[in-house]
């Protein structure tokens, strides 16, 4: 039975994601049939009909489920439907017996993608289902797929001819939408559930969007890239732009794989939803290496917070020291105060794993993006400081780095004397 074969969604480039993807699959495929293996479940998603367009019952009959490729843009998607296509081709009565399951969502008590109803302060967030058209998205309990999978595998090993093809299994006994499961999650587990209109979703995936996807808009490395590529791969995938895809119409219409395996579920909606909220009332700790643990709520507010806060301060003291006698030379108290500062990021990085928990304020979120965009600061300020140091040293000011006050008497000696060199010119 295979799940999946995918590297992550989120960080990958599109050339990535499809040779990986695609590779592996047929890599494995081809090594099933070298082992002389009977059955092969391929376990697929909806997605395989195009993720970007709403359907609305569609069955596997329907044009709208067996969309052209060239239609597919998504390399999530476009990968789904390739993979498949080469796994039922692979079928044969007399020798490997293929099938394909097309699934919805999956929820369960541990490790679903439904972050929003499980954040921080008890807090649990969907789209209202009071608007006039809330999306419709099937999902189904995770036992329920788990046990499904089973039923297919027994069935496709006893009747070749349930094989060669796909089916739909993307809910349980009823069709239930993600903003019902939301509430009743929420009301199971003693969460305090935020319905949001759907404009106001649309609003803050758009704007998050654009503020993460920026940074692949920028200029990237053109040298020695990979297979002969002009410019680095980026990633295709952002947090924010895969949200998007909750926001369109997905429900399908089951019949033929009830018909087919004589299964629906094993748990209602109402016992699956029993069923997740007794399993994280209990609260087990996940066994998770602690530096791959993702920083708390805590870490992600206060990171910043005290690096502004500090950086103001020492701004604060550079500038009260550039007053005194101390600040009157290159190498004063006042610049080696600014070295620290402008050195701090690299320095903690390498020292991280010593100087915790400081060096865990350096990179807040996850992926380190704060941690690079300070470096980069950092080594920025101090490439100023250095230049600072090379001018002074053939005689020039340049006041780059220092903070004067306005009533700084440096400051006003030096436009006193390039005044004097003015008028010598003169």
């Known amino acids: 039975m295979v799940i999946a074969i995918k590297p992550p969604l989120l960080g990958p480039s599109y050339q990535t994601f499809m040779e990986i993807n695609l590779a592996g699959l047929s890599d494995l495929v081809n090594m099933a049939e070298r082992h002389k293996v009977e059955s092969l479940v391929y376990v697929s998603s909806f997605a395989a009909c195009n993720h970007w367009v709403p359907h609305h019952n569609v069955a596997e009959s329907d044009p709208a489920a067996s969309p052209p490729l060239t239609s597919l843009r998504s390399p999530y998607d ?3 439907a390739m993979t498949e296509q080469f796994i039922l081709q692979k079928h044969s009565a007399s020798g490997m017996r ?3 399951i097309r699934i919805g969502g999956v929820y369960g008590d541990n490790d679903d993608q439904y972050w929003n109803r499980r954040l921080p ?5 969907d789209i209202s289902d009071q608007d006039a058209h809330p999306p419709k998205i ?3 309990y995770v036992e329920n797929v788990a046990e499904g999978m ?3 595998v027994d069935r496709l090993s006893a009747d070749a001819s349930v094989g060669g093809r796909f089916y739909f299994y993307t809910v349980g006994e009823r069709h239930t939408t993600q903003q019902e499961l939301g509430y009743r999650l929420a009301e199971a587990t003693g969460r305090i559930h935020l319905a949001a209109p759907t404009w106001v979703i649309h609003a803050w995936l758009a704007v998050m969007n654009f503020l993460v996807s920026f940074q692949y808009q920028l200029p990237s490395w053109p ?6 590529r002009v410019v680095e791969p980026k990633s295709y995938f952002t947090t924010y732009s895969m949200a998007k895809k909750g926001l369109i119409d997905q429900w399908f219409d089951n019949t033929l794989f009830r018909e087919t395996f004589g299964y629906s579920h094993l748990y209602t909606t109402e016992e699956a939803v029993a069923l997740v909220a007794a399993a994280q009332r209990q609260s087990r700790p996940r066994q998770t290496h602690s530096h791959n643990k993702r920083p708390g709520m805590l870490t992600l507010v206060a990171g910043p917070v005290l690096i502004s806060l500090w950086t103001m301060v020492l701004l604060v003291l550079c500038g009260g020291l550039s007053l005194s006698v101390a600040c009157s030379t290159s190498w004063s108290l006042c610049s080696l105060c ?6 701090s990021s690299p320095a903690t990085h390498v020292c991280g794993f010593v100087t915790q928990p400081a060096y865990r304020l350096w990179m807040p979120f996850q992926g380190g993006y704060l941690h690079v965009f300070l470096q980069g600061i950092g080594w920025s300020c101090f490439a100023l400081l250095l230049v600072q140091w090379w001018a002074g040293w ?4 340049m006041l780059l780095t220092e903070f004067p006050y306005v009533g700084d008497t440096r400051l006003k000696a030096s436009g006193l004397s390039r005044a004097c060199k003015q008028h010598e010119a003169i």
Do not use: C, H, M
Not at 223 to 228: E, K, R, S, Y
Not at 394 to 397: K, M, R, T, V
């Open 121 to 125: 302060f008890r807090l649990s967030l």
């Open 98 to 100: 293929t099938v394909s």
């Open 338 to 343: 600014q070295f620290g500062f402008f050195v």
């Open 394 to 397: 053939y005689g020039e000011e």
């Open 138 to 140: 099937d999902a189904n």
């Open 78 to 80: 476009l990968s789904k």
């Open 150 to 152: 089973l039923r297919v």
């Open 223 to 228: 040298l020695n890239q990979p297979a002969g």
